[in-house]
């Protein structure tokens, strides 16, 4: 049994004037324990709203359907009553921009106990010797629970959120962008880290990111959104060798070679607006391999491989 | 640990000069007025000599320096002269109306702390409804109302039917009776309870409104997001995260009301005629009594400076990132 799926996953923000913008168009994935999962896509194609949507955490103007099944059970149905009890102990988030995901009036430390004693696993003393464990395990010193964000390095207050993240040993995490706003070096001490800790924990981990480098470094799965929808997914090898979607062709075109021997290419164009309903393929006015029917009708779901999956008329490979 | 000692030390230092600018400037506006105390005198048998004599007796004929000096000396060491009218050390002279305000002011702060932050938190949570609504209208309505105008509708509306009095700070008969400690307790809470509710009516329009939107700030960042995450409740967020980040603004303001009210309780305590510090203030005008006066609103000045230097204390309790 998976240890998170999502099924046909929708969100719908209202906006002014009573038009909607649909952000996430009918997602699917499915994670076993110790996989990662690189979700990668340009900015504004719905990869946070995706998660938030996962966690429940969306804004009273989001409206969102589908199925998020944590070990077979459906959290998303009975709203903040069903999902409340998983959050933290069975599925926990490191945010986006986590640098102020910290309550600035609290020690780091409290911070971090406090999903132990709503849940119920630790309280008092025992709960600040989990603490010092939890900060040790990302490479700060124990002691430091008692001081306050501000007096972190941005690089520490990202381990501080993996450690709080990790408080109730969750079975999957999701991290949305853990690395970037940080320099280089960390970025890597910190992608590092979490990939031992995956592998460690045997955790299920989402990790958001328009870098496909580091995707293909860290994850052993990949999705690829555009426009609210996935493109394609399946193994980070298949997407890299074998792409069925020409969207992730152009994006591993589009990335910097290590060996520096491709000049590095842009893929033209933008992608439509997600508050009018589109016709056909998406990526169509941007493809290089449009078609016939591709203006006109919505791609359907196609497999070659168990898992690897994908959203294009073209039946050949990309 | 932080550099506390050294912040306390640095705004007590701030605190005092800014009280020595103050009597400096309380020297300088005085003296600027039209008139003395000779031309309140307007007997008819006062000779220019005897307004000679009188200038002399209170030293107004001496340089102004020399005033000065002297003027900063004496309030240093506590003495702030002696009322033109009752002749009576200026201190134990305000000691008394400042007693009776104090306890109405502070009612009314309290009433308008406890029900302004909790109809200001409960209208952010609620942001949009029926309830959040109501609160930011009337917080709006009350707190643009000109204060005389809203005790005049007090004195109207609500004294008859509640049965309270409208004047003064006691019942003069009740004394005769001797009747013990409890019912003049009584009767003093009667009389302060409508200057009170004015005042408390006008801040809690304004304690409404600042607690909706800073609640509805500190709602708005990312912890508050972490803190759902965390599977924590409503009130727990709140409770834990919310308030404390945004009364960070709202300690300020209250301490700073604090120290204003004193001297806006002029018009309140016109109104109800209650012998409190505005009151008093108002009469000294009138009299033209300097030496009041002057105390009166350094008096002022001083509780303004305090209560700022105590919400730069409280700030630093309640802030860990207040170190410099
Ligand atoms: N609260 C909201 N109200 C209305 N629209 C929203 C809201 N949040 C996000 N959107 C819209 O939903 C779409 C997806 O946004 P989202 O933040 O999920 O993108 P993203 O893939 O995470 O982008 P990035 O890489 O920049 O973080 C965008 O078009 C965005 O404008
Ligand atoms: S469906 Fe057509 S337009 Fe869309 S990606 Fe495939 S080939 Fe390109
Ligand atoms: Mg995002």
Redesign the pocket.
């Known amino acids: 049994m998976s240890a998170l799926a999502v099924e046909d996953l929708h969100v719908w923000?209202d906006?002014p004037g009573g038009r909607e913008?649909h952000?996430v168009q009918g997602i699917d994935l499915a994670l076993e324990p110790g996989e990662r999962l690189g979700l990668v896509?340009?900015?504004?194609?719905?990869?946070?709203?995706?998660i938030l949507a996962m966690m429940g955490l969306?804004?009273p103007?989001?409206s969102v359907a589908g199925r998020v099944l944590l070990a077979g059970g459906d959290i998303l149905a009975g709203g903040d009553r069903t999902m409340r009890p998983h959050r933290w102990t069975d599925i926990a988030m490191v945010f986006?921009g986590a640098m102020n995901a910290f309550d600035p009036v609290r020690t780091v430390g409290d911070q971090i106990a406090e999903p132990l004693e709503r849940a119920g696993l630790a309280a008092g003393r025992a709960a600040r010797t989990r603490t010092a464990e939890l900060l040790e395990l990302v490479g700060i010193s124990g002691e430091r629970q008692d001081r306050y964000p501000h007096e972190f390095s941005g690089g520490m207050r990202q381990r501080a959120a993996i450690a709080m993240a990790l408080a109730c040993e969750p079975k999957v995490l999701l991290a949305?962008?853990p690395t970037t706003a940080l320099d280089v070096m960390v970025q890597a001490q910190i992608l590092e880290l979490l990939v031992r800790l995956t592998d460690e924990l045997g955790l299920a981990m989402v990790l958001?990111t328009?870098d496909l480098p580091l995707v293909s470094q860290a994850c052993t799965h990949a999705a690829v959104?555009y426009a609210?929808r996935i493109a394609e997914t399946g193994t980070t090898r298949e997407l890299h060798h074998a792409p069925l979607h020409p969207y992730t062709r152009m994006l591993f075109e589009a990335t910097p070679d290590l060996r520096g021997t491709d000049a590095v290419r842009s893929i033209p164009g933008a992608p439509p607006r997600?508050d009018e309903p589109t016709v056909g393929c998406p990526f169509q006015p941007r493809c290089d391999r449009a078609f016939g029917p591709c203006a006109t009708t919505r791609p359907p779901r196609r497999t070659t491989e168990p898992g690897h999956l994908t959203h294009c008329h073209l039946e050949g490979g990309a | 640990m932080r550099a506390g000692w050294s912040y306390v030390g640095r705004r007590a230092l701030f605190a005092l000069i800014t009280i020595l600018v103050a009597i400096s400037l309380n020297f300088v506006l005085f003296r600027l007025a039209p008139g003395d105390r000779t031309s309140a005198l307007r007997c008819q048998g006062c000779t220019q000599e005897f307004k000679a004599q009188v200038r002399a007796e209170f030293g107004l004929d001496r340089s102004v320096p020399e005033q000065y000096l002297v003027y900063v000396k004496e309030t240093a060491t506590g003495n702030l002269g002696r009322s033109f009218v009752t002749q009576q050390p200026v201190l134990a002279e305000l000691w008394k109306p400042v007693r009776n305000t104090i306890p109405m002011v502070l009612l009314g702060t309290l009433f308008a702390i406890s029900l302004g932050l909790t109809l200001g938190v409960v209208s952010a949570w609620r942001r949009g409804t029926i309830t959040d609504r109501t609160s930011v209208w009337s917080g709006l309505l009350l707190y643009s109302l000109p204060t005389q105008w809203l005790a005049l509708m007090l004195i109207f509306y609500a004294a008859g039917p509640l049965g309270l009095p409208t004047s003064d700070i006691a019942d003069p008969y009740l004394a005769y009776e001797n009747p013990g400690w409890w019912p003049e307790l009584v009767d003093r809470l009667q009389h302060m309870v409508l200057p009170a509710a004015t005042i408390g009516l006008v801040l809690f329009g304004e304690y409404t409104l600042i607690t909706r939107s800073s609640m509805l700030e500190a709602l708005g960042e990312d912890y508050i997001l972490t803190a759902r995450a965390k599977g924590l409740s409503n009130w727990q967020i709140v409770r834990r995260h919310a308030l404390r980040n945004s009364l960070l603004p709202i300690v300020t303001l209250i301490f700073l009301s604090l120290g204003f009210i004193l001297g806006g309780a002029i018009l309140i305590e016109t109104v109800f005629n209650y012998p409190g510090i505005g009151l008093q203030l108002y009469e000294s005008v009138t009299e033209r009594d300097y030496p009041m006066l002057q105390g009166g609103f350094l008096l002022l000045t001083v509780s303004v400076i305090l209560m700022n230097f105590l919400a730069d204390l409280l700030y630093f309790r309640l802030d860990p990132r207040v170190t410099e």
């Open positions: 923000f906006l913008l952000a896509g340009e900015s504004g194609c719905g990869k946070t709203t995706a969306l804004p103007s989001a986006q949305d962008e958001v328009h959104m609210g997600l």
